[in-house]
């Protein structure tokens, strides 16, 4: 829907909540990249990463993220 910086306001807040949380590191990446900031999309990404190196959908989101910034 486009409401690319409301979400990454919500996953903000989730993550200073927890700062650990996969799925809003993940989010935010991906709110970032649909929002074309795809340097920081790329930073959070791989700080989901460190977390999980095997979450499917954040390596996903790491390898559309290379594929457009490579």
């Known amino acids: 829907m486009g409401k690319y910086q409301d ?3 919500l996953y903000d807040r989730v993550l200073a909540i927890d700062p ?3 799925y809003a590191l993940g989010g935010k990446a ?3 990249y649909g ?3 795809f340097q920081q ?3 959070w990404i ?3 990463l460190e977390i999980d190196p095997n979450d499917g959908k954040v ?3 790491k390898q559309t993220l290379q594929e ?3």
Do not use: H, M, P
Request: glycine share 8%; net charge negative.
């Open 59 to 61: 390596l996903q989101v």
């Open 46 to 48: 791989d700080k989901a």
């Open 41 to 43: 999309a790329v930073t």
């Open 35 to 37: 929002s074309g900031q």
């Open 68 to 70: 457009i910034t490579n």
């Open 7 to 9: 979400a990454i306001g």
């Open 20 to 22: 650990t949380d996969v």
């Open 30 to 32: 991906a709110s970032l």
